[in-house]
């Protein structure tokens, strides 16, 4: 089973279906990203209960990848969370460890997501009530060490009324991307916010309405975990 385009930040909060609308956010987890750095490969995710009763919470750790650009997340047993499933008394706060099954040594970049769940529970049932779900959606990197920085290639092309910004990384490592901008004849922001991640050896891509966006001799603005990028993007026909 596939679960493509599942995600769209990392570490991110995605406000989904489930815990009644009056009960409000009870279910935190922290942090908002893990590196698992061998050999030891495990870490921690830290879930609290800020509410006023309990709740239970299911831990997935799903196989991530860029594929033709898009996100896809797939099932996979190589990383793990222990336990899976959690009963979170009020205040209370509960660790989750997220594991490497593979002893084999790290020789390629590998790519995760911890979802987290806040699962429904009898009193959430209520005819007629707006219910809404806090899901959590934790990216895990496991990278082998001594690896190439990212090397990030640009490249914009028009789809119908859009505009769709390209980033290839041929590097060993991914970069984190926000407050991505395009300047030609005319601009096209991407908010000041995270777009998204271009992981290693893999290509990404957003799109955003054309608004006027021209392209010419296009330039990309953005901000990285490595720094800020100035660079142009080639034309993609």
Do not use: C
């Not at 499933?85 to 205040?91: D, R």
């Amino acid at each position: 089973m596939t679960y493509a385009n599942h995600t769209r930040s990392l570490g991110l909060l995605l406000g989904l279906v489930a815990a009644t609308a009056a009960r409000g956010a009870s279910l935190q987890a922290s942090p908002v990203m893990l590196e698992l750095t061998p050999p030891a490969a495990s870490g921690v995710i830290n879930l609290e209960n800020t509410g006023d009763r309990p709740i239970n919470a299911q831990v997935r750790v799903f196989r991530w990848r860029l594929v033709d650009g898009a996100e896809q997340l797939e099932p996979t047993e190589s990383v793990v969370a222990s336990p899976p499933t959690a009963e979170l008394v009020s205040k209370q706060s509960y660790a989750v460890r997220v594991l490497r099954t593979d002893d084999a040594p790290v020789t390629e970049p590998e790519y995760y997501r911890v979802i987290v769940d806040e699962l429904p529970g009898p009193q959430d049932q209520r005819p007629n009530a707006v219910t809404m779900a806090m899901r959590y959606s934790i990216p895990v990197f496991v990278e082998p060490p001594g690896g190439a920085s990212p090397q990030l290639s640009w490249g914009w092309r028009k789809e119908g009324g859009n505009v769709v910004v390209t980033l290839r990384n041929d590097g060993d490592r991914r970069v984190r991307i926000s407050a991505l901008t395009l300047k030609g004849k005319g601009s096209v922001s991407f908010g000041a916010g995270l777009v998204g991640y271009a992981l290693a050896h893999s290509e990404a891509k957003w799109s955003r309405p054309a608004k006027g966006f021209q392209g010419g001799a296009v330039k990309v603005t953005a901000q990285s975990d490595v720094g800020p990028i100035d660079a142009e993007a080639v034309e993609q026909r």
